[in-house]
C-alpha cells in the first residue's frame, strides 16, 4: 500500500505543475521541481523525493537517481547556513585549505558536518567560477569573495547575531 | 587597453537593466538582423565573420549552424553557461553585467537557425546570475523583444532559463542535453551530433555563453570588421580570465593572438609578489601545462595547438614558484575523479585510480614504477572514455610529468612532499 505523504505545500505542488506546462517536455521540470523541493523543505528526504515523483508523475526510482546525480540537492538534512568553501586549483593557490582549517576550527566541526546548533555545515566544494576574486566560499546563495581568515570571521559573527 | 567591446557595459551602474542597456545602445542589432536579413543570410554573416565557439572546442559557429537539417522542426537553442571548467568565469561576468547583451545574441541566433524555443543552461550556483537573467528575460518579454511577433517580423521566439544542480559533465552539450530533459547528466554517444538530434530528439545548436554574445556586435559591425581582429583561423576578441599567482586577475578582453606575456604582465599586473612564474595552465584546467618559456606564444587556437595545449576556455591560471606540482595536479585530479559521471569504465575507474597514486606521491608513498603507470593509465583513458571528460583529465597529468618529472622522482625518492615542512 501507498504511504500517504504529505511533505510539500500546495504552493510547490502548483508551481510544479507550472514548471510542467512551461517546457516543451514535461519531464524538464524535474531539476527546478527538486529545487523547489529543496528550498521548501530544506533537503531531499526520502518522502519529499516520493511526492515529487509523485507530482512530475515519474517512479521513485527515477527522480531518486537524478536526484542523487547533483551535489547541489542534499539528500541529508543541512545547517541552517551551508557554507561551501571552493578549494579548486586557483583557490587553492591562494590558500583556501587554511581557510578550511579556520572554519574547522572556529565551527569545532570536520568538513561534511554540521554544528549541533544546527546553524551551520562545513563542505568543500569544486570550482564556483569565481577564481578571479579567489579564495571564495558559498554560503546559501551568496558568494563571499577574496576571502581572508579575518574576513571568514566576520562573516560568522554576522550569520551568528542574525 | 583598447576600447572594450564585449565588456563595455561592465561597470556600468545598472548596466543589466533593460533601460541602461538600451540607452548604450543594446536592442539595436536585432531589429537590423530581422529587417535587412533572411535566416540563411545571417548563418552565412557569422559564418564569414569566422567566429569560433567559446566553450573550448573552437568550433565555427555559422558552420555549426548550417548543420541544421533543412526543413526539419521544431529546433531548439541551448545557451551552455553551465562554466564549470576550473579557472573559467568569463561567462559570469557577462551574464551578471550584461544579461540583455546575452538575450540580444540569443534571440538574434535563433531567428538565423528558425528557433521558436530556446533555453539558457546556467550553473545552478549561479543563484545571482540566474535571478539578473530571469529578471532580464522577463524585461525582454515585456518590450516585444521575446514573445510573438518580435518588433512585427512574425518571428516567435520563447526563452527559459533553466538552473542546473552542481555536475561539470552538464557543461558537456550531450551531458547538458540529457540533464535538460531531466535525467542524469550522462553524454550520449555522437553520431548522431546535437544539430540533427539534440533535445528531444529535435536539431539542436548549442553554444557558449561568449559566442552567442559575440553575435550583435558581428551583426552591427560586420564580418570585414571581426575578421579584421586576432589571425585569420583565430579571429576576433576574446575573453581571458586570468588567476592564480599574479597581482589583478579577472577578466580581460583582447584580440585573439595576443602573447600570454602581454596578458600576464600588463594587464593582470605580473606574478603576485614578483615570484617567478614556475607553470602557466593556458587555458582551463584541463588544457595541458606549459612553462615560462612559453610566455611569448600567441594566444589563439593554433599557436597553442602548435606547442601541445589549447586554447580551450581562456582561462589562464598562473602558478608561481613554490607552489607543488604534484599538489596541484592531485587536486585537479580529485576534481575530474569527482566529476565523471561514471558511465564509462575508462573514465570512472582511470580518473579515480589517478587520484590515488598522485595522493601516493604527494604523500609521501610514492614508488618508482608509479610515473610509468601513471601515463600508462592516461593512455588507456586517452580516446577510450566514452564522452572527453576523460580527455580533459589527462591534460595536468601528462604535461606535469612532461616538465617537471625530477619532481615527482624527488616526492618519490625523498618519500615527502619537498614544499611541505
Ligand atoms: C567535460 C566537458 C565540460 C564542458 N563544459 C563546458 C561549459 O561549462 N561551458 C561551455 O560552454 N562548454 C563546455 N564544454 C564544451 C561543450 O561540450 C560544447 O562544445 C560547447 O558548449 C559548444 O559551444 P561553442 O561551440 O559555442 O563553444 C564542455 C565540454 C566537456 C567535454
Ligand atoms: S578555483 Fe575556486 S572559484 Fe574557481
Request: with cysteine; aromatic share 8%.
Amino acid at each position: 500500500m501507498r504511504r500517504e505523504v504529505h511533505v510539500l505545500s500546495d504552493k510547490v505542488k502548483s508551481e510544479i505543475q507550472q514548471l510542467k506546462a512551461r517546457y516543451p517536455h514535461p519531464n524538464s521540470a524535474l531539476l527546478p521541481a527538486l529545487a523547489l523541493a529543496q528550498k521548501e523543505h530544506g533537503w531531499l528526504s526520502p518522502e519529499v523525493l516520493e511526492e515529487v515523483a509523485e507530482v512530475m508523475e515519474l517512479s521513485p526510482a527515477q527522480v531518486g537517481s537524478v536526484a542523487s546525480f547533483y551535489t547541489m540537492f542534499n539528500r541529508r538534512p543541512v545547517g541552517k547556513y551551508l557554507i561551501q568553501v571552493c578549494t579548486n586549483v586557483a583557490c587553492s593557490l591562494l590558500g583556501a585549505e587554511h581557510l578550511v582549517e579556520h572554519l574547522k576550527q572556529k565551527l569545532g566541526i570536520g568538513v561534511g558536518e554540521t554544528t549541533p546548533d544546527g546553524r551551520f555545515t562545513l563542505l568543500e566544494v569544486e570550482c564556483l567560477g569565481s577564481c578571479g576574486t579567489a579564495p571564495v566560499m558559498q554560503i546559501n546563495d551568496t558568494y563571499y569573495e577574496n576571502l581572508t581568515a579575518e574576513k571568514v570571521d566576520q562573516i560568522l559573527a554576522e550569520l551568528r547575531s542574525r | 587597453m583598447a576600447e572594450p567591446i564585449l565588456l563595455r557595459n561592465v561597470g556600468v551602474p545598472d548596466s543589466h537593466t533593460i533601460e541602461v542597456y538600451m540607452q548604450r545602445g543594446g536592442y539595436q542589432a536585432l531589429p537590423k538582423a530581422l529587417k535587412e536579413y533572411e535566416p540563411a543570410a545571417l548563418v552565412d554573416l557569422v559564418k564569414r565573420s569566422g567566429l569560433r565557439g567559446r566553450g573550448g572546442a573552437g568550433f565555427p559557429a555559422g558552420v555549426k549552424w548550417s548543420f541544421l537539417p533543412k526543413g526539419v522542426y521544431p529546433r531548439y537553442l541551448v545557451c551552455n553557461a553551465d562554466e564549470g571548467e576550473p579557472g573559467t568565469f568569463k561567462d559570469r561576468v557577462l551574464i551578471e553585467h550584461d544579461p540583455h547583451g546575452l538575450i540580444e545574441g540569443i534571440i538574434i541566433s535563433c531567428y538565423a537557425c528558425e528557433v521558436n524555443t530556446a533555453f539558457i543552461y546556467i550553473r545552478g550556483e549561479y543563484e545571482f546570475g540566474a535571478r539578473r537573467l530571469e529578471q532580464a528575460v522577463q524585461e525582454a518579454y515585456a518590450h516585444g523583444f521575446l514573445g510573438k511577433n518580435i518588433l512585427g517580423s512574425g518571428f516567435n521566439l520563447d526563452l527559459i532559463v533553466h538552473r542546473g544542480a552542481g555536475a561539470y559533465i552538464c557543461g558537456e552539450e550531450t551531458g547538458l542535453l540529457t540533464s535538460l530533459e531531466g535525467d542524469r547528466g550522462h553524454p550520449k554517444l555522437k553520431p548522431p551530433f546535437p544539430a540533427s538530434e539534440g533535445l528531444y530528439r529535435k536539431p539542436t545548436v548549442i553554444n557558449n555563453v561568449e559566442t552567442l554574445f559575440n553575435v550583435p556586435f558581428i551583426v552591427e559591425r560586420g564580418a570585414e570588421w571581426y575578421t579584421s581582429m586576432g589571425t585569420e583561423k583565430s579571429p576576433g576578441l576574446k575573453l581571458f580570465c586570468i588567476s592564480g599567482h599574479v597581482n589583478k586577475p579577472g577578466v580581460y578582453e583582447l584580440p585573439l593572438a595576443t602573447p600570454l606575456r602581454t596578458l600576464i604582465y600588463d594587464y593582470a599586473g605580473g606574478p603576485l609578489e614578483g615570484k617567478p612564474i614556475k607553470a602557466i595552465i593556458p587555458g582551463g584546467s584541463s588544457t595541458p601545462m606549459i612553462t615560462p618559456e612559453n610566455l611569448d606564444v600567441p594566444l589563439d587556437y593554433e599557436s597553442l595547438a602548435a606547442i601541445g595545449t589549447m586554447l580551450g576556455s581562456g582561462a589562464v591560471i598562473v602558478i608561481g614558484e613554490g607552489t607543488c606540482i604534484v599538489r596541484t595536479v592531485e587536486r585537479l585530479a580529485e576534481f575530474y575523479r569527482h566529476e565523471s559521471c561514471g558511465k564509462c569504465i575508462p573514465c570512472r575507474e582511470g580518473t579515480d585510480w589517478l587520484y590515488k597514486i598522485l595522493h601516493r606521491i604527494e604523500h609521501g608513498a610514492g614508488r618508482e614504477e608509479d610515473l610509468p603507470l601513471l601515463l600508462d593509465i592516461c593512455s588507456n583513458i586517452g580516446g577510450k572514455s566514452f564522452c572527453p571528460l576523460g580527455d580533459a583529465a589527462l591534460g595536468p597529468v601528462r604535461s606535469s610529468i612532461a616538465h617537471f618529472r625530477d619532481e615527482y622522482l624527488q616526492h618519490i625518492r625523498d618519500k615527502r612532499c619537498p614544499y611541505q615542512d
